[in-house]
């Protein structure tokens, strides 16, 4: 890293700090013995952000990552710095929630695109793989996919008598009450400068002089405290 200004103990950086790189990229939040650790937040050179639970340098347990405009892409289960749990992610052409293995859709997901063209089911390697349903206008569909293709047709009786792990019920209550307990616990992240509120990416300053100013969700370098 190039800079670092926070807590120490022992001679490691324990407690709060920001930490900044060669790269442009920063980091804001809690260190152990020199490791992320704890609730941060993470500025990428592209602007996006991603805020969190680290552990061990990486974002591990819930997260939430949004682009330079300060728009959603993914909120939800992290290991090692991929998707991996529950989650929901969205582009700007589709939405999904539903499971993750390593990065990659897997599970029992729901799907819809801007089309208006909705699925629910199963998921293998980031396609429709398994039992589901799809819809479009007024036409339903069940059976069974390969590879995003429907290759049987199935009754709907016959498919709601399939176990396909979950439900939409189930899905949006574990998943919202996931975000609320992160929220609740971790809305804000102190610094020696000043409080973090990670629900809105921006820096509320005591009276001292703030490290640095703060543009949405943009450190502006040439305002930094030397």
């Not at 290759?151 to 792990?165: A, F, M, R, S, V």
Request: proline fraction near 1%; aromatic fraction near 16%.
């Amino acid at each position: 890293f190039l800079f670092y200004e926070g807590l120490f103990n022992k001679g490691s950086r324990n407690g709060e700090g920001i930490e900044i790189y060669s790269n442009n990229e920063f980091y804001i939040g809690y260190f152990e013995d020199n490791i992320k650790s704890g609730p941060g937040m993470y500025f990428f050179s592209n602007g996006s952000v991603i805020k969190g639970l680290f552990k061990n340098n990486k974002i591990n347990g819930y997260g939430e990552l949004k682009n330079i405009d300060n728009k959603l892409i993914y909120k939800g289960n992290w290991i090692n710095n991929k998707k991996h749990g529950l989650g929901y992610e969205i582009t700007t052409d589709e939405e999904y929630i539903g499971e993750f293995v390593n990065d990659i859709k897997e599970g029992y997901g729901e799907w819809k695109n801007c089309n208006g063209l909705i699925y629910k089911g199963q998921w293998k390697n980031n396609n429709k793989n398994g039992y589901g349903m799809i819809k479009q206008t007024n036409n339903i569909y069940f059976g069974f996919f390969e590879s995003d293709k429907i290759i049987k047709l199935i009754k709907e009786e016959e498919y709601n008598q399939i176990d396909i792990k979950t439900n939409k019920l189930e899905i949006n209550y574990c998943f919202k009450n996931q975000c609320k307990m992160f929220r609740q616990r971790y809305q804000f992240i102190k610094n020696s400068q000043g409080w973090i509120d990670i629900k809105t990416l921006t820096l509320r300053t005591d009276p001292l002089k703030a490290l640095g100013n703060f543009e949405g969700s943009k450190w502006l370098k040439n305002t930094f405290r030397k």
